[in-house]
């Protein structure tokens, strides 16, 4: 896949600005897998991501009506139920931070199965909206981020706010 993108540089400013200019295209030609994630506030549930760049589209989760105005509907809600029968069971799915890392270069990519965009989602589901909603979870993802060591989540034993 091509990237494409455009930057502006003010030649009157060189040398002075190239530095800057130089290491922002570099930042940019590298980060083509950028996603920006749509949550519930009352849940804090992804409720869907788009590619980070000019007019991408939404990609937001089949409901019973649409949330995001002129986004694509993916073929699938985004139940736990739904998810684990299109990819994997929860406690089969790794987590950690290439997992993470790994799961959005997969939507970047805009995959056609359902089955790699929700074992994806399932990864970004549980590392941030049940990060966001239980401080056990997110310590644990922040620890394993440091090391890039993998965790698991129990799916046991979880309150909201403990």
Not at 79 to 101: F, S, V
Not at 134 to 139: D, Q, R, T, V
Request: net charge positive; with cysteine.
């Amino acid at each position: 896949m091509v990237v494409e993108f455009t930057k502006t540089f003010n030649v009157e400013s060189y040398p002075k600005d190239y530095k800057s200019f130089i290491e922002s295209l570099r930042h940019q030609a590298r980060d083509a897998s950028s996603l920006r994630l749509r949550f519930r506030r009352d849940s804090l549930y992804l409720i869907a991501y788009q590619k980070e760049g000019e007019n991408e589209q939404w990609n937001e989760f089949k409901g019973e009506f649409q949330v995001v105005p002129g986004s694509k509907v993916l073929r699938f809600d985004g139940g736990y139920d739904t998810l684990t029968n299109l990819a994997k069971r929860r406690d089969e799915i790794k987590l950690g931070r290439e997992n993470l890392k790994g799961a959005v270069h997969t939507l970047a990519k805009n995959p056609e199965s359902d089955k790699e965009k929700a074992h994806a989602l399932l990864i970004i589901i549980q590392m941030t909206s049940e990060s966001m909603r239980f401080k056990e979870i997110c310590n644990k993802g922040c620890a394993t981020s440091r090391s890039r060591s993998v965790f698991e989540i129990e799916n046991t034993n979880y309150r909201p706010g403990s």
